[in-house]
C-alpha cells in the first residue's frame, strides 16, 4: 500500500485516530507522518497512554454532556464527590471509592485500555490473607488467562493452564 | 549521613549529586542497544483521595507515613540506606537534577504541594510521594535486566503493604488515580539506543509492530517527552488483566526482538554505508573531543553516534558506563550542579563542552586509537 498523503512512498506507518467517537484510519510514510506532526523525531509516533485514554474519553462523551440529572455524567462519587464527567475530562478518578462508584461507565473504557476488565496476579497483602482464593474464582481467573495466553499465541502455558482448569473442574465435581 | 560532600547547603545534601546513578553503569544482558530497565508500581492508601484531590492535611499525612515507611525500610536492612525528602524543602535544582536521574517526574519536581520522594544512595531506588498516585515504587538497573528491578519493586512493596492498607479491589487489583494503571499498577520501561533504525527510516515499521503488541514508545524522560538523541523508552500499555510475570516477560520478549532488527540494520549500514558511517561517527568524535560550545541537543546527539562508532569498532573503546553518564550528567540541573552555582546557558555550553572533552580525552590516552583509525597504521 502507498502513502495516502504523497502516493509515491509505500506506507509504513498505520495510524489509527479516534476524533470525538470519529474513527479515521491513515496510512503514511514516515516523512508524511512526521509533516504531520504524528512521528516524532527518529519516526517513532508522538503517542501516550494519555492521548489513547483522552480518544476514548471522547467516544463517550455525547452522553455525559447531557442535563438531565440521571444523566451518566452527573454521577458522582460519594466518598470524594468527583463526578463522572470530572473524570472524563480530566482522565483521573478521586479515589479508590470512584471505581465501585462508576463500575458501569469504566467496564468499556477498561475493557479497550486492557482487554480485559479482571485482576489476575498479585494480591495485597491484606486482600490476600483475608480473602483466600475460592475454587470458583481460580477457575474464572484461570479461564481468564488461558484466553490471554491463546490471544497472544503462548501455547506452551495455554495448555498448562487448561490442564489446571480441567483438574479444578473434576474435584469440583 | 555523611554531609562533608561539596556543594551548596540547601538540605538536599550528597545523597542527589555524588553519583549519576547505577543504573548507568553499562552492565547488565544486552547493555550495548540497552541503556537501562525501570519498573514502577503504582499504589495508593484506602480510603483517602487520591492526591490530586487531597487537601492538605490529608497530603501531610501521606508525608508522615512516607517517613514511617523509610524507617520500616532502613530497619529493615536489606535493601540498604533510604531517605525521605520533602520536594518543598528542595531547591527547584535540585528537584530538576532528580528529574535528570530519572529519579522523579517533571511533573513531580514542579506540581507544588506536599510532595516527597524517598531516596536509596546508590539511585536506583525511588519512591515517589504523592505523584499522581500516593505512593509509586520505582527500581532501576543497568542493561535488560527487568526481573532484577521488578524484584527490588516487589519485596519494597510487599514491606510497605505490611504497614499501609493499600486501595485493592480484589476484582480491579491495585487501585490508581489512571485507569490506565489499575490492576498490577506496573509499568516496566527499557530504554534503548537505536540508531541505525532511525537512519534506515525503520522506526515507523518497528513501532508500528510493537504497538499491535501492547507496547508503548516514549521519549528519555519518559511520559509526554520527545525522543532524542535515538533513545527510545518502551513500555507495557496493558496493566489489567495480566500477572506480573507475564508482562515482564512479554516486553523483555518485544525489546529482544527489537534489538535483533537494530542489530539487523547495522549490518545492513556496514554493507552498504561503511565509508559514510566511519566517516560520521569520527566525525562526531572529532566535533566532541574539540568543541568549545555544546548545546544539550548536540551533546546527546553526538553522544549516540560515538556510542555506535564504538560498538561498531570505529572508535576507541570507550566504557559503555562513561558515555551513559555523559547523558546525564550533561543535563543543565546537573551541570550546575556540578558548578555548585546557577549557570547561564552559555555558560553550561562552555562547561559542557569542556565536560565532555575531558571525559573523551582521558578515555583515548588509556584505550590508545580504535581499530577503524588509519592513523593507528594498518600495514
Ligand atoms: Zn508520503
Ligand atoms: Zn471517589
Redesign the interface.
Known amino acids: 500500500m502507498m502513502c495516502q498523503d504523497c502516493g509515491q512512498n509505500p506506507a ?3 495510524i489509527s485516530q479516534n476524533i470525538n467517537g470519529e474513527q479515521t484510519e491513515l496510512y503514511l510514510c ?1 516523512s508524511c ?1 512526521q509533516a504531520r506532526g504524528l ?12 492521548d ?2 483522552a480518544g476514548l474519553l471522547n467516544a463517550q462523551k455525547a452522553g455525559l454532556e447531557a442535563e438531565e440529572p440521571e444523566a451518566p455524567g452527573r454521577l458522582r462519587c460519594g ?2 464527590g ?1 463526578s463522572y464527567r470530572d473524570f472524563a475530562r ?7 471509592r470512584c ?2 462508584e462508576f463500575a458501569a461507565q ?1 467496564e468499556p ?2 475493557r479497550r ?15 490476600a490473607r483475608r ?1 483466600p482464593q475460592t475454587e470458583t ?1 481460580d477457575l474464572e481467573r484461570l479461564r ?2 488461558l484466553q ?1 495466553c491463546v490471544s ?1 499465541e ?1 501455547f506452551e ?1 495455554a495448555a498448562e493452564i487448561r490442564d489446571r482448569i480441567r483438574e479444578l473442574e473434576r474435584k469440583g465435581k | 549521613m555523611g554531609s562533608d560532600a561539596p556543594g551548596p547547603a540547601s538540605g538536599a545534601g550528597p545523597w542527589e549529586t555524588d553519583e549519576a546513578g547505577k543504573w548507568l553503569d553499562g552492565t547488565g544482558p544486552e547493555a550495548g542497544m540497552v541503556v537501562s530497565s525501570r519498573v514502577r508500581l503504582a499504589r ?1 492508601l ?5 492526591p ?2 487531597l487537601d492538605q492535611a490529608g497530603g501531610e499525612k501521606v508525608l508522615s507515613l512516607a517517613q514511617d515507611v523509610t524507617r520500616e525500610i532502613n530497619n529493615f536492612g536489606h535493601f540498604g540506606e533510604f531517605k525521605h525528602l520533602r520536594l518543598a524543602s528542595l531547591r527547584p535544582l535540585d528537584r530538576r537534577v532528580l528529574v535528570e536521574k530519572h529519579l522523579i517526574s517533571p511533573h513531580h519536581a514542579e506540581g507544588g504541594g506536599s510532595r516527597g520522594v524517598i531516596l536509596n544512595r546508590e539511585g536506583t531506588v525511588s519512591i515517589m510521594v504523592n505523584e ?1 498516585d500516593h505512593f509509586r515504587i520505582q527500581c532501576l538497573s543497568s542493561g535488560l535486566d527487568l526481573a532484577g528491578a521488578y524484584d527490588v519493586a ?1 519485596r519494597i512493596d ?1 514491606l510497605m ?2 504497614r499501609i ?11 490508581t ?4 494503571n ?3 499498577g506496573l509499568r516496566a520501561s527499557v530504554m534503548m539506543h ?1 540508531p541505525a533504525l ?1 537512519m534506515t ?5 518497528v ?2 509492530a510493537m ?1 499491535k ?2 507496547v ?4 528519555f524522560f519518559g ?2 517527552t ?3 538523541g ?1 533513545y ?1 523508552q518502551i513500555s507495557n ?8 510475570a ?1 508482562i515482564l516477560d ?1 516486553l523483555g520478549a518485544v525489546v529482544r526482538e527489537v534489538s535483533r532488527q537494530e542489530a539487523e540494520a547495522r549490518e545492513s549500514l556496514l554493507r552498504g554505508r561503511r565509508h559514510s558511517l566511519e566517516d560520521r561517527v569520527w566525525r562526531a568524535y572529532g566535533v566532541l573531543g574539540s568543541a568549545r560550545i555544546l548545546s544539550t541537543d548536540e551533546a546527546m546527539r553526538l553522544l549516540s553516534e560515538v556510542r555506535l562508532g564504538v560498538e561498531l569498532g570505529f572508535l576507541p573503546r570507550i566504557p559503555i558506563r562513561v558515555l551513559n553518564r555523559l547523558l546525564v550528567v550533561t543535563r543543565p540541573g546537573y551541570l550546575q550542579r556540578l558548578a555548585g552555582r546557577e549557570l547561564a546557558p552559555a555558560d553550561r555550553d562552555l562547561r559542557r563542552a569542556e565536560l565532555v572533552r575531558r571525559a573523551l580525552r582521558s578515555w583515548n590516552g588509556r584505550g590508545g586509537p580504535g581499530r577503524g583509525d588509519p592513523a593507528a597504521g594498518a600495514p
Open positions: 509504513t506507518v498505520h514516515a507522518a512521528l516524532g523525531p527518529g519516526g517513532f509516533p508522538q503517542f501516550s497512554l494519555q489513547l485514554l466518598l470524594c468527583l480530566a482522565g483521573r478518578l478521586g479515589c479508590s471505581y465501585r469504566l473504557l477498561l485500555i486492557h482487554g480485559s476488565t479482571r485482576h489476575t496476579a498479585k494480591m495485597a497483602g491484606a486482600q480473602a474464582g481468564q488467562e490471554a497472544r503462548d502455558r | 495508593n484506602e480510603g483517602h483521595p487520591f490530586h484531590l499522581e516487589g510487599d503493604g505490611e492498607s493499600y486501595a485493592f479491589d480484589p476484582r480491579l487489583g491495585y487501585l488515580a489512571c485507569p490506565t489499575v490492576g498490577t537505536l532511525v527510516d525503520q522506526a515507523g515499521r513501532t508500528t504497538s503488541v501492547g508503548v514508545v516514549r521519549g511520559e509526554g520527545q525522543a532524542s535515538d527510545f500499555q496493558i496493566t489489567l488483566g495480566r500477572s506480573e507475564s512479554d
